[in-house]
């Protein structure tokens, strides 16, 4: 009869932690739902910016510029300068 009375113990935690973990999937799944959407919005502006005769390559390489900080871009220029000189692309 212990074993019963555990296993009877144990049902009211495996419901918990199931609605729980039912909770994360849904939530996951809807962020991964706006991310989608956040990516197709983004692809929108691209395509967008590309009609509007703009290079699409450029923007996305001055929009991850505009991500770093102004001490990180000198140094990443810096570092690029350097190579490109070595390369006799200067």
Do not use: C
Not at 5 to 11: C, G, L, N, P, V
Not at 44 to 73: H, I, S, W
């Amino acid at each position: 009869m212990p074993a019963a009375a555990a296993a009877r113990d144990e049902q009211p935690a495996k419901h918990i932690a199931k609605d729980h973990l039912k909770a994360f999937v849904e939530r996951i799944e809807r962020l991964e739902e706006e991310r989608k959407a956040i990516s197709d919005d983004v692809r929108d502006v691209y395509a967008e910016a590309k009609a509007n005769g703009f290079d699409t390559k450029v923007l996305r390489a001055v929009v991850r510029l505009r991500k770093q900080d102004a001490e990180e871009r000198r140094e990443h220029e810096m570092v690029l300068e350097t190579y490109m000189h070595a390369l006799g692309m200067v």
